[in-house]
Nanobody, 121 residues
Framework: QVQLVVSGGGLVQAGDSLRLSCVAS????????MGWFRQAPGKEREFVAT????????YYADSVKGRFTISRDNAKNTVYLQMHSLKPEDTAVYYC??????????????WGEGTLVTVSS
């Protein structure tokens, strides 16, 4: 069983930056990737960004490209989501997850708890 602990959410103003962290209790399979998803009130959970433990390939949702950066620290089993130029529409509960297909929610085997990011205008 892998546990994911998420931290870093909070209330910020539009244009501000914020960094989220997701620490895994154990390294998952080398074929797994780590993904960040978010869910705004009344909306479905959506993909934000993902990175693979091996190789470090990254993918981003179009809505965050150029503003968000996902990175990993393999030694610490930690994945980060650095968010810049935040917009009110980025307001959501952010989740991290790991699985074989971390670009899709159904491909996630383990989820962390969410952290709320609120961006005021």
């Amino acid at each position: 069983q892998v546990q994911l602990v998420v931290s870093g959410g909070g209330l910020v103003q539009a244009g501000d930056s914020l960094r989220l962290s997701c620490v895994a209790s154990a390294r998952t399979f080398s074929t797994y990737g780590m993904g960040w998803f978010r869910q705004a009130p009344g909306k479905e959970r959506e993909f934000v960004a993902t990175i693979w433990w091996t190789g470090g390939t990254t993918y981003y949702a179009d809505s965050v490209k150029g503003r968000f950066t996902i990175s990993r620290d393999n030694a610490k089993n930690t994945v980060y989501l650095q968010m810049h130029s935040l917009k009110p529409e980025d307001t959501a509960v952010y989740y991290c997850g790991t699985g074989l297909d971390p670009v899709n929610a159904y491909g996630i085997a383990y989820w962390g708890e969410g952290t709320l990011v609120t961006v005021s205008s």
